[in-house]
């Protein structure tokens, strides 16, 4: 099992479903999208069956493919996973076929808002199953200018898809996606290069006279600080503007108000967790000494991310641009969390990364369900909808519920771990996080009273409840919140040994317990 090319399949599998479906023609869109469909539970099922195979005590990379792709530039197609990298994929394979259950008809509406025209039913589901691709390969290369190939690839069917199938103002938000994008990535691209020369000249990292791009060998050199920091700056612009923070952000809510829903759930549920997992993995461990020092900075516009995005939350008039914005404050728990640096914060910080996928996925699902009945995600077109669709404002209240961190849902168990673990290294960093707690309830709980509560209003008359495939795309992804929120433990099992490795890295422990006088003087009492 263990030789067998896992993650290269997985990869190829998307990508040739999206060329099949070229064979298929136009006009045969039900067939299109059953084959798209398929595809993609294919993909999730062979992807169990590799996770089935992890053994979170062993080597820290696992499935591991290494062949030569452009040797005379030390450029390997290698591939493998880690805890963090595994549930990542893991998130990604689940959320595409309930993307596409969810958003049947999204390309023949054109995202559902304000734009008539009838778009390529066969091209938007292809560039579903490409996204799917690159979001595969981003997580399991293990080559950083591989890394890099699929961190720019991701770009293309994102942009496509906004451009093509979102909303009235859709090209202006793909365009400034796509500039804020490339931006970050040839700043990332600079760094890349730059690693190459400095890898040649490096003992750390073999001393073989020829540069390379393997992260397990970059990891082990000793950069010239001042070097280390130019290029830490190159990655972490980059993953700034992907994840996004505060002041680079701006991209993401006229990219959510714009996108269909369902796509959205992949540009901000997967996509956007790019940026924080390169954070994570490259950032802190090619760059130790250089995160360290950059650390009372990034924590500075994480605890801004986190209050700014709850505060910009509360005044939304639109659904999409609302969660966009809480999107932005959770992101910034996550970073948080990365740059706190102890065991707990890390662990909480990546599965957060998993948790937040699941929780938004469910908010924009429904607010597409929304969208489809109502024709628009302004929040004042709404009210009274539990009392035409009750399955549907309930579901809409777990996913809003996961959205503040409800004790019992998913997102709660993240969120504590990094308030908890940060509070033991930066307190001023985790007090100040603390207000967007009370912040989320009041954007989430107000969104929810003003359009599923209250008299209905006349275009709520006679709204259809959930139909039996809209079911069947809610449904496993409430059932995750609510069973990560009872036991993420395993999970937790299979990440922590990746955070171990990273703090290891960087030379952090955590911070030992604080022992009161009355303890020290007098000795622990039993």
């Known amino acids: 099992m263990s030789d067998f090319p896992w993650l290269s399949v997985l990869i190829g599998l998307p990508l040739a479903g999206a060329l099949l479906l070229i064979a298929i023609p136009r006009e045969r869109e039900t067939l299109v999208k059953q084959f798209a469909l398929g595809v993609s539970v294919a993909v999730?099922?062979?992807?169990?069956?590799?996770?089935?195979?992890?053994?979170?005590?062993g080597p820290r990379?696992?499935?591991?493919?290494?062949?030569?792709?452009?040797?005379?530039?030390?450029?390997?197609?290698?591939?493998?996973?880690?805890?963090?990298?595994?549930?990542?994929?893991?998130?990604?394979?689940?959320?595409?076929?309930?993307?596409?259950?969810a958003s049947w008809g999204e390309a023949d509406r054109?995202?559902?808002?304000?734009?008539?025209?009838?778009?390529?039913?066969?091209?938007?589901?292809?560039?579903?199953?490409?996204?799917?691709?690159?979001?595969?390969?981003?997580?399991?290369?293990?080559d950083v200018f591989l890394f890099y190939v699929f961190f720019e690839a991701m770009l293309i069917p994102v942009y496509f898809i906004i451009g093509s199938y979102g909303g009235a103002q859709r090209s202006y938000a793909a365009v400034k996606f796509l500039l804020y994008s490339l931006f970050g990535g040839l700043l990332m691209l600079v760094a890349v290069i730059w690693l190459y020369p400095l890898s040649a000249k490096s003992v750390d990292a073999g001393g073989l006279g020829r540069g390379t791009f393997m992260f397990d060998e970059l990891s082990k050199m000793n950069i010239d600080p001042t070097t280390a920091k130019w290029l830490f700056l190159g990655f972490f612009i980059a993953f700034a503007i992907k994840?996004?923070?505060?002041?680079?952000h701006t991209w993401l809510p006229d990219a959510a108000q714009q996108s269909p829903a369902g796509a959205l759930v992949?540009?901000?549920?997967?996509?956007?967790?790019?940026?924080?997992?390169?954070?994570?993995?490259?950032?802190?461990?090619?760059?130790?000494?250089?995160?360290?020092w950059a650390t009372p900075v990034v924590l500075g516009f994480a605890v801004l991310s986190i209050i700014y995005g709850a505060v910009l939350a509360i005044g939304q008039v639109d659904m999409k641009r609302l969660i966009a914005y809480t999107s932005i404050s959770h992101f910034g728990f996550i970073v948080l969390?990365?740059?706190?640096?102890?065991?707990?914060?890390?662990?909480?910080?990546?599965?957060?990364?998993?948790?937040?996928?699941?929780?938004?996925?469910?908010?924009?699902?429904?607010?597409?369900?929304?969208?489809?009945?109502?024709?628009s995600a302004r929040i004042s077109d709404f009210g009274g909808v539990q009392k035409a669709a009750p399955v549907l404002a309930g579901t809409f209240l777990i996913a809003g519920l996961s959205g503040l961190s409800l004790p019992g849902l998913s997102p709660f168990v993240s969120e504590f771990l990094v308030v908890v673990g940060t509070f033991s290294r930066y307190r001023w960093a985790a007090v100040a996080s603390i207000i967007a707690i009370?912040?989320?309830?009041?954007?989430?709980?107000?969104?929810?009273?003003?359009?599923?509560?209250?008299?209905?209003?006349?275009?709520?008359?006679?709204?259809?409840?959930?139909s039996a495939r809209e079911k069947w795309a809610i449904a496993p992804i409430?059932?995750?919140?609510?069973?990560?929120?009872?036991?993420?433990?395993?999970v937790l099992h299979v990440i922590n040994p990746s955070v171990g490795h990273t703090l290891a890295r960087v030379d952090q422990r955590d911070p030992a317990p604080a022992i009161t006088g009355n303890v020290a003087e007098n000795g622990a009492r039993p």
């Open 44 to 57: 999730a099922a062979l992807t169990g069956v590799m996770a089935a195979g992890f053994d979170a005590g």
């Open 61 to 101: 990379f696992q499935f591991e493919e290494k062949y030569w792709w452009i040797k005379e530039f030390g450029v390997h197609w290698a591939l493998g996973v880690d805890g963090v990298a595994l549930t990542l994929i893991l998130l990604s394979v689940i959320l595409v076929p309930l993307v596409m259950l």
């Open 110 to 142: 054109s995202g559902g808002t304000d734009v008539p025209a009838k778009r390529s039913v066969k091209t938007y589901f292809a560039l579903l199953l490409s996204l799917e691709a690159a979001m595969i390969g981003v997580f399991a290369a293990t």
């Open 243 to 248: 994840a996004p923070m505060v002041p680079v």
């Open 266 to 292: 992949l540009i901000v549920g997967v996509l956007d967790k790019v940026g924080t997992y390169g954070m994570l993995r490259f950032c802190l461990e090619l760059f130790p000494g250089a995160a360290k």
């Open 337 to 375: 969390g990365i740059f706190a640096m102890t065991s707990q914060a890390q662990s909480g910080a990546a599965l957060y990364m998993v948790n937040h996928g699941f929780s938004t996925g469910a908010l924009f699902l429904i607010v597409g369900f929304l969208i489809v009945r109502r024709r």
């Open 438 to 466: 009370v912040l989320a309830a009041i954007y989430i709980l107000w969104m929810y009273q003003r359009t599923m509560g209250g008299p209905k209003v006349p275009a709520v008359e006679g709204m259809k409840d959930l």
């Open 478 to 490: 409430i059932a995750i919140i609510v069973a990560m929120g009872f036991f993420p433990q395993p």
